[in-house]
């Protein structure tokens, strides 16, 4: 399992990285545990992320196509964004790693493993700016791997391997 997040109800999302290729990377369960659904099969390379948005939505993240998905919670695709500028797709981990959600509808990715970016995009997918560069400085990252937004707007990033958050 790399990742989980909870709806409104109670549910739990699960993304994992199924050894059996036959087999949905997102699990659903009830609040006690208990099987509800799955999907996503043959979608992902290396499942990483997962986040319910404020309206219930399911979004995961690829770690290796630096893909996200935007599903309803039946599994059905919504919006497929290809966040792209791998620079090394030979490198199992070289990809978006983490996804959070602004009120206005646009959504913020962190793509740290081989970029050291944050990408902000609009309600549709469309990509709206970016910032962030390596180091080790203000505003530079070595591994952007998590981002969430605060209930007064602040955005806070992981930068992972340098031991901080910005």
């Known amino acids: ?22 087999v949905d ?14 999907f996503g099969k043959g979608l992902f390379t290396i499942p990483h992320g997962i986040r319910v948005d404020p309206s219930g939505d399911v979004w995961t993240i690829d770690a290796h196509t630096s893909v996200v998905y935007k599903f309803t919670p039946e599994g059905k695709q919504l919006l497929k964004v290809d966040v792209g500028n791998v620079p090394d797709p030979k490198r199992p981990f ?3 790693t983490d996804i959070t959600f602004a009120k206005n ?9 081989c970029n050291a970016r944050f990408i902000e995009y609009s309600a549709d997918g469309k990509k709206l700016h970016e910032w962030g560069s390596k180091g080790t400085g203000l505003g530079q990252y ?18 992972r391997e340098n031991g901080r958050l910005q």
């Open 105 to 113: 509808g646009n959504f913020f990715i962190s793509d740290g493993y």
């Open 25 to 38: 990377p997102v699990v659903v369960l009830d609040s006690k545990g208990h099987f509800i659904r799955s």
């Open 94 to 96: 070289c990809g978006a």
């Open 142 to 159: 070595h591994l952007a791997h998590d981002i969430a937004l605060s209930a007064d707007d602040i955005l806070y990033v992981a930068d």
């Open 1 to 22: 399992i790399s990742a989980m997040s909870e709806d409104q109800h109670g549910n739990l999302y699960v993304i994992h990285r199924p050894t059996d290729t036959n």
